[in-house]
T-cell receptor, first 113, second 112 residues
């Protein structure tokens, strides 16, 4: 079984731009969640999608948004980028039932300059 | 909201020494998971604990879940250089199904 695939792996953007990150979950997994990892704040939950619906949301500004498609693939968008958005963005997928287990992709390293 | 505290933040050991990291949650957890992240890598799932007082072993790694389901520990016996990385605990609980609250992680360095 293929793992969680995130694209692109690396990205450099300028302040004020917007960016879209993509995540393809493990086949059969219907839940996709996103996390931001920074040295100072650690791993912070952004949001979680199941069946194209946002089921949970973390404490991030509205510039951070996401969506999930019918094939469970998910995208995350950050608008009006700030320097502080530089981070490793991790996507995790899970089965939708039972105990929640997260399997992470390799992440997208976003650098905002 | 739910908070998960993890200590210590850093741990340096000589190869062959033991290592332990501890997690404490501000609320009762439905389950707790442990992840390892190698430098430059992504978190890799190690194990999940669900039952109160549960103890699980993976070779040299021993995981425990507290009786009150609010704390957990990971103990590594006789560390090896391959054990280097950051160990995270992540709690799941309450009505926020699909959300994990991560501890800050313990960065383990093993000196040969």
């Amino acid at each position: 079984k293929a793992g969680v695939t995130q694209t692109p792996r690396y990205l450099i953007k300028t302040r004020g731009q917007q960016v879209t990150l993509s995540c393809s979950p493990i086949s059969g997994h219907r839940s996709v969640s996103w996390y931001q990892q920074t040295p100072g704040q650690g791993l912070q939950f952004l949001f979680e999608y199941f069946s194209e619906t946002q089921r949970n949301k973390g404490n991030f500004p509205g510039r951070f948004s996401g969506r999930q498609f019918s094939n469970s693939r998910s995208e995350m968008n950050v608008s009006t980028l700030e320097l502080g958005d530089s981070a490793l963005y991790l996507c995790a997928s899970s089965f939708s039932q039972g105990v929640f287990l997260a399997f992470f992709g390799q992440g997208t390293r976003l650098t905002v300059v | 909201g739910q908070q998960v505290m993890q200590i210590p933040q850093y741990q340096h050991v000589q190869e062959g020494e033991d290592f332990t990291t501890y997690c404490n949650s501000s609320t009762t957890l439905s389950n707790i998971q442990w992840y390892k992240q190698r430098p430059g890598g992504h978190p890799v799932f190690l194990i999940q604990l669900v039952k109160s007082g549960e103890v699980k072993k993976q070779k040299r790694l021993t995981f425990q879940f507290g009786e009150a389901k609010k704390n957990s520990s990971l103990h590594i016996t006789a560390t090896q250089t391959t054990d280097v990385g950051t160990y995270f605990c992540a709690g799941a609980g309450g009505t926020s199904y699909g959300k994990l609250t991560f501890g800050q992680g313990t960065i383990l360095t093993v000196h040969p």
